[in-house]
């Protein structure tokens, strides 16, 4: 189960950053050329925000089963000084987390506007915001205390 989990949670990323870059992409070209804000585009929003979502869900699963979140949570005092353990433990959640909630009110406020313009503009903002953080808090495999795998497979 934990092996699956965390061979899920590692492919999505992917979908999240695809889905994110696209967005962020629309939303600029959108802004900045005053186009038409499209079905497409509104497609794309609530996509971004749903793949981000399943995102959370399987970070919450496997924050639960984790190993390494356990031994965190069962020696703290110890392992708040150990840099990975610290950073499965408290700081990749936290910025997830702060992310997904960007995602999540960004998609919402764009959604209200009544103006194109307007509607790219705060997708772009928040979107960006939110990849910048996400970007930031990924083990990336070149990370060299955190480092994990590009790709895993089942
Ligand atoms: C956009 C959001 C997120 C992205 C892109 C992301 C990405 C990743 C990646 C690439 C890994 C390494 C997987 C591997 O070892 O191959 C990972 C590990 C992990 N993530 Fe996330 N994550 C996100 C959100 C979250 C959230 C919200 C949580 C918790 C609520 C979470 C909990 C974890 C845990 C516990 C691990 C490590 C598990 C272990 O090694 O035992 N993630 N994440």
Known sequence: MYSVLLTLHSLVRWLVL??????IFRAYHGWLANKPFTRFDNTLRSATVIIAHSQLVLGISLYCISPVVRYF????KVAVHERQIRFFGMEHIT????AIV???IGSAKAKRRAIDKQ??????I??????????ASIPWQFS???SRPYLRWF
């Open 18 to 23: 695809i889905s994110l870059l696209v967005a």
């Open 73 to 76: 949570l069962n020696y703290f």
């Open 95 to 98: 910025m997830m987390l702060i």
């Open 102 to 104: 960007l995602i999540t």
């Open 119 to 124: 509607r790219f503009k705060t997708l772009a």
């Open 126 to 135: 928040w979107f960006t915001i939110a990849l910048v953080l996400i970007l």
């Open 144 to 146: 060299p205390l955190t």
